[in-house]
C-alpha cells in the first residue's frame, strides 16, 4: 500500500532524456570501407583508367615496336571492332551455349544434391568443387588427352558411326564449348544448390494440395523460387567463359575457333599492339555490362524474396 | 479413373479405416479409424509427436498409409495422388507462394484446374477472409493474421469436400488466435465444408469443434462432443490432457444405491455413477474436475448424499480474478485442486486452514487405476507452452 502511494504522488518516472542530436557521427563505418575502397582503387579505377587511356593511343610514327603515343583516338573503337567482331560474336556464341549447357547438367545435380540427397548431400557438394583442387590449365590439358586420338572418346564415337572415320573431336567448335562447360559447372551448380536448398518443402507440397501435378509444380512453384540461383549461376559461368582464352588455345587451337580472349592475348603479348588489346578489353567489359544490366532487368530477381 | 476424382463431386462422411503408418521401426499412426461426418468441424486433438499430424497428411495425401483406407462418400482415396483429390489443406506456418502475390496465391488451385471466372472466385474468397485490399500485396508484406486468412482463402476457393487444418493459428498472438478461433468458426458454418483441425491447443479444440478426437501415441483415446469428452473422459490421459482433473486412487467396496458404485479411497467413501465407471476392476481412480469441488471449513458436511473428502489443508492459494485455485493437501500425501469461483459470498480460505471437499456424486467419473495419475498431464503442460 505505501509503494502504491508514493508512486502516485511521485508523478510520472519522468523520460530519459532524448540522446542529442549534435553527436558527432560515429566515424566507424568509414574506417571500415576504407580498406575496400583503397583496393577497389588500387586495383580497379586505376588499372581501369590506365587501360582506357591505353586504348586511345596509336603508335609513334618512325618508333620502336611497343612505342605508343596518347593522341585520343576514338576511332581505334570502330577500327577494333571492324576487325574482331567475328571473335566477338563467337566468343558470346559460345559462352551462351556453355551457359545453356551447364544450366542443363547443373539444375538436375542441384536440386538432387538440396532436395534428395539427404545424408550425402556434403559428400556430393565435396564432389563438386573437388575439381578446384587441380589447376584450371591442368584440367583443361587433361581434356585434351580425353578428346584426343589415344583417349576414350573418340574410338567410341568412331565405333558407333557418331563422326566420320578420320574426324577428331579436338581442335574443334565442340571441344572448347565442352571444355567451357566442364570447366565453369561448379560456378552454376553452388548457386543453384544454394537457392534451391533455401526452398521449403511445404511449397512443393502446397503446389501438389492445390491441384499442381509434380511437372506443373515444378514450372509454377520450384523453378520461379529457383530463378534467384539461376542468375547468379549464369552470370558467373557467361561472365567468365565470355572472356575466356585458355580453353580455345588448349582444345580449339585454330583459327575458326579463336575467342576474344585470343585476340586480346595475343595483341598484347605477341604483337605488342597495346592499343588494340585495350579497346577489345574495353568493349568486352562494355559488352558484359550491357548484357547482364538486360539479362538481370529480365529476369526480374530484385522482385524475389 | 483418376481424373473422376475431382469431377464427380463426391460427397458425405470422411471415413478413416484402420489407418496406419510407420516411419521405420517408428509407428506414427496406429490403427486409426474414424468417421467424420460431413459438414462438421472435426477436430484432432494431442501433444506434439501423437501422430494427429501424420494422420492429416495422409488424408491430405502427402504421405502414404502403410496400411488401411481413407473414403470420402464412397471414394476410395487412399493411395489417389494428392492433387487428384477434393480436399485441400491449411498448412502450418501457411505456405504461400512467395513469388505471387495474394490474388495469385488464391487463383493458383483454380488455375490449375482451367476454371472459368477466376477473379470473380477468387475476389468472393478474399471477400470472405476481409482481405480483398490486400489482393495486390505480396505474402512476405503481410502480418502473420493477414497471411492465415490469405491461407485459408486459398484453400476454400477450390470448394474442397474437406477442409484439412495444420495447426493454423499455432503462430499467431494468444489474442489474434482468439479472434481467429471464432472467424474460423463462423466461415466454416457459412460455407458448410467438412472441417479437419489438428491442434495441441484442448480450449482451440473445445471452443471450435462439433467432435473432438483425443489422440496419444498414435492412437484414438477417445472422441465425441468437447462436453462429452470433458464431463466424462474414459481415459487418464484425456482427463488429464483436456482441462485439468483430480485423480485418486481407491477401491471399490461392496453395498451402494441402484447405480451408484461405492468407492473407498484411503479410508473414505465416495460414491460414483456406475455409467460413468469405465473399469470393472476393483482399482478405480476416481475422478472430479476443480470447479466442480466446493472448499468446506473441517467440520462441516456438504449436503446429504454429497461425496465428502475430509483432513484436507489449503497448501497454496493463487487469486486469478475470476476464480482462485487452491491446492489441497490431503493426508495420504497427495494434492488435490478446488476451482473457487469469486462470486462475493465468504472470503478466500487462508492457507494452511483445514477443510473438507465436497461434490455432487454425478460429477464423479471413474477410470481405469492402472495407469497412474500422470499420464497427459506432462503432455498438457509442454503443448501449452510450445
Known amino acids: ?109 542441384a536440386y538432387y544434391i538440396a532436395q534428395r540427397a539427404g545424408r550425402w548431400r556434403n559428400i556430393l557438394l565435396v564432389l563438386v568443387v573437388a575439381p578446384f583442387y587441380a589447376s584450371f590449365i591442368l584440367r583443361t590439358i587433361a581434356w585434351r588427352q580425353i578428346l584426343g586420338e589415344e583417349g576414350p572418346i573418340v574410338p567410341v564415337l568412331r565405333f558407333l558411326h557418331l563422326i566420320p572415320a578420320g574426324a577428331t573431336v579436338t581442335a574443334s567448335a565442340v571441344a572448347v564449348v565442352a571444355g567451357l562447360t566442364y570447366n565453369f559447372l561448379p560456378f552454376m551448380t553452388l548457386p543453384l544448390y544454394a537457392s534451391l536448398e533455401r526452398i521449403d518443402p511445404r511449397f512443393i507440397e502446397a503446389g501438389g494440395d492445390l491441384y499442381a501435378n509434380p511437372f506443373t509444380t515444378f514450372r509454377r512453384v520450384t523453378l520461379p523460387l529457383s530463378m534467384p540461383g539461376v542468375v547468379a549461376g549464369t552470370l558467373l559461368t557467361f561472365i567468365p567463359a565470355a572472356g575466356d582464352y585458355i580453353n580455345a588455345t588448349l582444345l580449339g587451337r585454330q583459327p575458326k575457333t579463336t575467342m576474344i580472349g585470343n585476340v586480346v592475348e595475343s595483341r598484347f603479348l605477341r604483337v605488342v599492339d597495346y592499343p588494340t588489346a585495350a579497346t577489345l578489353s574495353f568493349l568486352l567489359m562494355a559488352a558484359i555490362l550491357v548484357l547482364v544490366f538486360g539479362y538481370v532487368r529480365r529476369a526480374g530477381t530484385e522482385e524475389l524474396v | 479413373m483418376a481424373g473422376a476424382l475431382l469431377s ?41 509427436g501423437c501422430g494427429k499430424t501424420t494422420t492429416l497428411r495422409m488424408i491430405a495425401g502427402l504421405e502414404e498409409p502403410t496400411a ?106 494468444l489474442k489474434l488466435r482468439r479472434q481467429m478461433q471464432l472467424e474460423l468458426k463462423r466461415i466454416q458454418v457459412e460455407v458448410g465444408i467438412t472441417f479437419v483441425h489438428v491442434t495441441h491447443d484442448q480450449e482451440e479444440a473445445m471452443t471450435m469443434a462439433d467432435t473432438v ?25 484425456v482427463a488429464n490432457f483436456l482441462g485439468q482433473s483430480n485423480l485418486v486412487p481407491g477401491r471399490r467396496v461392496s453395498g451402494g444405491g441402484s447405480h451408484l458404485i461405492p468407492v473407498d479411497c484411503n479410508g473414505q467413501t465416495v460414491l460414483l455413477p456406475d455409467d460413468r465407471c469405465m473399469t470393472s476392476a476393483d482399482q478405480v481412480l476416481v475422478g472430479v474436475r476443480p470447479e466442480k469441488v466446493h472448499l468446506l471449513p473441517a467440520g462441516m458436511n456438504p449436503p446429504t448424499g454429497h461425496n465428502r473428502l475430509v483432513g484436507g489443508r489449503v497448501a497454496d492459494a493463487s487469486f486469478t480474478g475470476v476464480s482462485t485455485q487452491y491446492l489441497v493437501a490431503m493426508p495420504w500425501g497427495q494434492d488435490l485442486t478446488v476451482f473457487a469461483q469469486n462470486v462475493g459470498r465468504g472470503g478466500p480460505v487462508p492457507v494452511g486452514a483445514a477443510v473438507t471437499l465436497g461434490w455432487e456424486p454425478e460429477h464423479t467419473f471413474g477410470l481405469e487405476g492402472e495407469t497412474g495419475t500422470p499420464a497427459g498431464r506432462d503432455a498438457r503442460v509442454t503443448a501449452r507452452m510450445r
Open chain 1, 1 to 109: 500500500m505505501a509503494f502504491t502511494t508514493a508512486a502516485r504522488t511521485g508523478g510520472p518516472v519522468p523520460a530519459p532524456a532524448p540522446p542529442s542530436s549534435r553527436l558527432p557521427r560515429s566515424r566507424t563505418p568509414y574506417l571500415l570501407l576504407l580498406p575496400g575502397l583503397v583496393w577497389l582503387g588500387l586495383f580497379f579505377a586505376v588499372p581501369v583508367a590506365t587501360l582506357f587511356s591505353t586504348s586511345l593511343q596509336t603508335r609513334v610514327p618512325g618508333g620502336e615496336i611497343g612505342e605508343y603515343t596518347q593522341t585520343f583516338r576514338f576511332a581505334n573503337y570502330l577500327d577494333t571492332i571492324g576487325e574482331y567482331h567475328v571473335q566477338f560474336v563467337r566468343s558470346f556464341l559460345y559462352a551462351g551455349l556453355a551457359t545453356v549447357l551447364a544450366l542443363l547438367i547443373a539444375y538436375p545435380l
Open chain 2, 8 to 48: 464427380d463431386h463426391p460427397t458425405g462422411d470422411l471415413r478413416l479405416d484402420r489407418l496406419v503408418k510407420r516411419f521405420g521401426a517408428f509407428v506414427a499412426v496406429d490403427d486409426v479409424s474414424l468417421t467424420v461426418p460431413k459438414g462438421s468441424f472435426f477436430a484432432l486433438l494431442g501433444p506434439s
Open chain 2, 213 to 237: 478426437a483425443v489422440m496419444n501415441q498414435g492412437r484414438i483415446e477417445q472422441f465425441g462432443p468437447p462436453t462429452e469428452l470433458y464431463g466424462a473422459p474414459r481415459t487418464t490421459f
Open chain 2, 68 to 173: 488401411g483406407s481413407i473414403h470420402l462418400g464412397t471414394l476410395d482415396i487412399t493411395s489417389a495422388k494428392p492433387y487428384r483429390r477434393p480436399v485441400n489443406t491449411v498448412f502450418q506456418n501457411y505456405a504461400l507462394f512467395p513469388h505471387l502475390d495474394v490474388f495469385e496465391n488464391v487463383a493458383f488451385g483454380l488455375r490449375r484446374r482451367r476454371i472459368s471466372r477466376v477473379r470473380e472466385q477468387v475476389m468472393a474468397a478474399l471477400d470472405l477472409v476481409e482481405m480483398t485490399h490486400l489482393a495486390r500485396r505480396r505474402p512476405a508484406q503481410l502480418s502473420g493474421g493477414q497471411q492465415q486468412r490469405i491461407a485459408l482463402a486459398r484453400a476454400l476457393v477450390n470448394q474442397p469436400r474437406v477442409l484439412l487444418l495444420d495447426e493454423p493459428l499455432g503462430a499467431l498472438d
